[in-house]
């Protein structure tokens, strides 16, 4: 009969007489459930020397084979797979284990049981909770995998399957480095929001423009009647004006029958005439307010319409913007702009040294570059 095995830290859980005592990796129980933290030193040191071995055969035995293009890419394929499926192993035990230990152990186990750093488990653990699929993990490489989760989930896809500008080449995200896809990540972000911005400008823009030609549409009809107005005075004055030319050129009409007074009859005279010319005077002032009305109606219709073509140009302009592939050329016209001025000021530079070979050499580069940007435009 065996005894109990105090070495192992299972003993507990499986409640049995020990039959493997130094020897407790042959233990199936032992095999299955040994984890961190209920493990026996010198048995994990077996373990991994096992692995070892293993390995090592594996790897002599392959070696033994005839040597061609197919076994290569297999055993490439194979141990890309199996690095996508190890990125995401780690970090889903990475997750299982930090639900296992109590508070204040997390970064000393990982420090020192696991040699990770915190960082790196985050990273890890991000990627198992938000990636699924181990062959492009694998293809991609941990690092731009973990550049992508930048991206929506439902995103990540089409940005995977399409081509990006990337220094003036259209590459696959599989054929940057993962600080250029950083950059077109940042590229599509600063594009996407121009591009809304641009869109909520035209909004602004196209309800400013409906707005200018409604006031634009009642100042016309102002002006209508404005006019109306005008010609109605000017046909008041002129009326009047007659009338008073007449009533100046004859005597009043009175009843000369009954009043044969001479002084009486210029007395009605003259007061007749006052009163027509007080008419006059109204009706002129009036005629002098509608022209001022009309003048400045005009004025406010010019102003309009001026304002309407502004308007109808700036919204032309917001709609334009507000074009995703036009936006992203904006940004990336702004960013070539920043290099050539940086470069610019790089070429001054070198232009000040005694020696004008670099100077020379640059200026060659520039004049080819932009050679290079022409051709682009035709």
């Known amino acids: 009969m065996g005894k109990t095995n105090d070495r192992c830290p299972l003993q507990a859980e499986c409640e049995k007489k020990c039959e493997y005592i130094h020897r407790e990796l042959d233990c199936p129980y032992y095999h299955v459930n040994a984890r961190p933290g209920y493990e026996i030193d010198d048995q994990e040191e077996r373990r991994r020397a096992e692995w070892k071995?293993?390995?090592?055969?594996?790897?002599?035995?392959?070696?033994?084979?005839?040597?061609?293009?197919?076994?290569?890419?297999?055993?490439?394929?194979?141990?890309?797979?199996?690095?996508?499926?190890?990125?995401?192993?780690?970090?889903?035990?990475?997750?299982?284990a930090k639900g296992m230990l109590s508070h204040g152990e997390w970064l000393p186990w990982l420090t020192e049981r696991v040699e990770f750093s915190e960082r790196t488990a985050q990273n890890f653990?991000?990627?198992?909770?938000?990636?699924?699929?181990?062959?492009?993990?694998?293809?991609?490489?941990?690092?731009?995998?973990?550049?992508?989760?930048?991206?929506p989930a439902e995103e990540r896809e089409q940005f995977l399957n399409e081509t990006h500008e990337v220094g003036g080449k259209e590459k696959t995200v599989i054929d940057m480095s993962a600080r250029q896809l950083e950059?077109?990540?940042?590229?599509?972000?600063?594009?996407?929001?121009?591009?809304?911005?641009?869109?909520?400008?035209?909004?602004?823009?196209?309800?400013?423009?409906?707005?200018?030609?409604?006031?634009?549409?009642?100042?016309?009809?102002?002006?209508?009647?404005?006019?109306?107005?005008?010609?109605r005075t000017d046909q008041d004055v002129d009326r009047l004006q007659r009338e008073l030319d007449e009533l100046q050129a004859r005597p009043v009409d009175v009843a000369v029958e009954t009043v044969a007074d001479p002084e009486a009859i210029a007395q009605a005279r003259a007061e007749a005439v006052a009163e027509m010319q007080a008419k006059l005077d109204k009706a002129k002032e009036a005629k002098a307010k509608a022209d001022e009305k009309r003048k400045e109606a005009e004025a406010a219709l010019e102003q309009a319409q001026t304002q309407l073509k502004d308007a109808v140009q700036a919204r032309k302009n917001a709609v334009l913007s507000s074009d995703e592939d036009m936006a992203t050329f904006k940004v990336l016209f702004q960013q070539a702009q920043e290099q050539a001025n940086k470069m610019r000021g790089i070429l001054l530079k070198l232009r000040n040294r005694p020696d004008g070979t670099a100077a020379q050499g640059a200026e060659k580069a520039m004049k080819a570059l932009a050679e290079a940007i022409g051709r682009c435009a035709e």
């Open 53 to 96: 071995e293993a390995e090592e055969a594996e790897y002599e035995a392959r070696m033994s084979l005839p040597r061609t293009i197919e076994t290569v890419t297999g055993e490439i394929l194979d141990l890309k797979r199996e690095a996508g499926e190890a990125i995401l192993d780690i970090g889903a035990r990475l997750i299982e």
């Open 125 to 151: 653990m991000r990627l198992a909770r938000e990636w699924s699929n181990p062959q492009t993990l694998a293809d991609l490489g941990a690092s731009k995998a973990l550049a992508l989760l930048a991206l």
């Open 183 to 231: 950059q077109a990540i940042k590229d599509r972000d600063e594009a996407r929001k121009a591009a809304e911005t641009a869109k909520a400008e035209a909004s602004l823009a196209e309800q400013s423009r409906a707005k200018m030609e409604a006031d634009m549409a009642m100042t016309k009809e102002t002006l209508r009647a404005l006019l109306e107005e005008k010609q």
